[in-house]
Nanobody
Framework: QLVESGGGSVQAGGSLRLSCVTSGVEFCVGWFRQPPGKEREAVSL??????TIYADSVKGRFTISQDAAKNVYLQMNSLNPGDTAMYYCASRTVGPYCALDMGVDYWGQGTQVTVSS
């Protein structure tokens, strides 16, 4: 089970931090987002070994991390209206594949991020 929190509304240039509580046994956990009227896309992933992956659209602005309990966080800086979306935490239980096009075993319920100009 994945439980997200931390979404909200912010002005362009602002920051938000998303949190995902995991069960601690996932091989790969990441964040996906679905903008209004668009398809869901991968944003960033982290393997249980700490390898991180980012979509080109967020490199240099977003940072994914995990704590000792393997809960996962997404620090989002320099937000712009294009980042407005429902953000979902997702996981893959078994490795070794952890990539932006990976198949997902579990999804969280989502948390809304809205960035105004």
């Amino acid at each position: 089970q994945l439980v997200e929190s931390g979404g909200g509304s912010v002005q362009a240039g602002g920051s938000l931090r998303l949190s995902c509580v995991t069960s601690g046994v996932e091989f790969c956990v990441g964040w996906f987002r679905q903008p209004p009227g668009k398809e869901r896309e991968a944003v960033s992933l982290i393997s249980r070994h700490g390898k991180t992956i980012y979509a080109d659209s967020v490199k240099g602005r977003f940072t994914i991390s995990q704590d000792a309990a393997k809960n996962v966080y997404l620090q989002m800086n320099s937000l712009n209206p294009g980042d407005t979306a429902m953000y979902y935490c997702a996981s893959r239980t078994v490795g070794p594949y952890c990539a932006l096009d990976m198949g997902v075993d579990y999804w969280g319920q989502g948390t809304q991020v809205t960035v105004s100009s």
